[in-house]
């Protein structure tokens, strides 16, 4: 898998965010530490959606919260347009994180129980000091609109706490707070891992919505893959803290390049799946972050490892003509 390779990094004037070599290490007791995320590096383009995906363990949310500097990475660069994220002092960073929201896993536990709905999506404004505040002024113009684009009704808002909603209410509440802010970028972290199916597809649409109308970039993360391929354009697959794939989602969907894809599309439970009869499963536990395997980190589950995949790190390089990488020895597609 990718060690420092940053070949797949794209040479675009559209490219808004860009992280590269981003490391996050944790101390861990004993001398010990936890590898989250090592040395990975992906960009995104102006109005594009990058999937995230990976089994969880294998360091998503942790890069998500380190792109927002949540907290700060132990080394690597987040460039978000033309500013150096790490670089940026505590106020700097302050200014800078309305146009970088993030959307939570849970939407209940992320949402101010004692608040009501409209001031906790109106809170971003007044801590910002736009429109003043007040009645019929810009700032409840601006909460209204929103409120309304998520499909809530805003006089409802105004008397309802949290717990009187839905989960997928409440994340509608939770997309509607990051909203507030006009912001560029919004990272999603599995923003519908804990709703029920008919639930995730109207909060999926929800967002696509919300990507035309308001011109946003999204980052978002998941372990079904099954949802990213419905709302990413660009799909980044993730083992024990490396990527391992990442390119154009059609390609990668339609012919995965390193083992790991594989094995997890074959997994989708969808009776139209290509990949379901391949004869594979993902075998053994995932290994600890603290004590990753050497070479690739995925050798000890791979029905393909052969010695140098267990003493020599694959670098990411690109397989056919498109938009697709790979960090792979022995890729399925050349």
Not at 55 to 64: F, L, P, Q, R, V
Not at 173 to 200: F, H, T
Not at 206 to 233: C, P, Q, W
Request: aromatic fraction near 4%.
């Amino acid at each position: 898998m990718a060690g420092s390779g940053t070949a797949h990094l794209r040479d675009k004037d559209d490219v808004i965010l860009r992280v590269q070599d981003l490391v996050m290490e944790f101390p861990a007791g004993k001398g010990q530490v936890v590898h989250a995320v090592s040395g990975i590096s992906f960009d995104i383009a102006e109005g594009e959606t990058l999937g995230l995906v990976g089994e969880s363990g294998c360091g998503k949310s942790t890069t998500a919260k380190a792109v927002i500097q949540l907290p700060i990475p132990t080394s690597g660069s987040v460039l978000f347009e033309e500013t150096e994220l790490t670089g940026l002092s505590k106020e700097e960073l302050r200014q800078t994180r309305p146009q970088l929201q993030m959307i939570f896993q849970d939407p209940i536990a992320s949402l101010n129980p004692r608040r009501r709905v409209f001031d906790i999506v109106s809170e971003g404004l007044e801590v910002w000091g736009s429109g003043g505040g007040g009645e019929g002024s810009f700032a409840e113009s601006r909460v209204e609109e929103i409120i309304r684009a998520v499909g809530l009704d805003p006089d409802q808002t105004r008397k309802r706490r949290p717990h009187e909603y839905s989960g997928g209410q409440c994340q509608r509440i939770s997309v509607a707070r990051a909203l507030v802010l006009d912001p560029k970028i919004i990272i999603c972290d599995e923003p519908v891992s804990a709703l029920d199916v008919s639930v995730q597809a109207q909060v999926l649409n929800m967002l696509e919505d919300m990507k035309a109308r308001y011109g946003l970039t999204l980052m978002f993360i998941s372990h079904d893959l099954s949802v990213v391929k419905n709302i990413s354009d660009r799909v980044a697959v993730m083992y024990l803290g490396k990527m391992c794939e990442i390119g154009d989602g059609d390609l990668l969907f339609a012919n995965p390049a390193h083992p790991y894809t594989k094995v997890l599309l074959a997994a989708v439970p969808d009776p139209e799946n290509q990949h379901a009869n391949d004869g594979e499963v993902l075998a053994g536990e995932l290994p600890s972050p603290i004590d990753p395997p050497t070479g690739c980190r995925f050798n000890t589950r791979c029905p393909h490892a052969q010695d140098i995949c267990r003493t020599t790190e694959p670098q990411i390089e690109q397989v056919g003509d498109g938009d697709h990488w790979v960090a792979c020895h022995f890729p399925l597609v050349s």
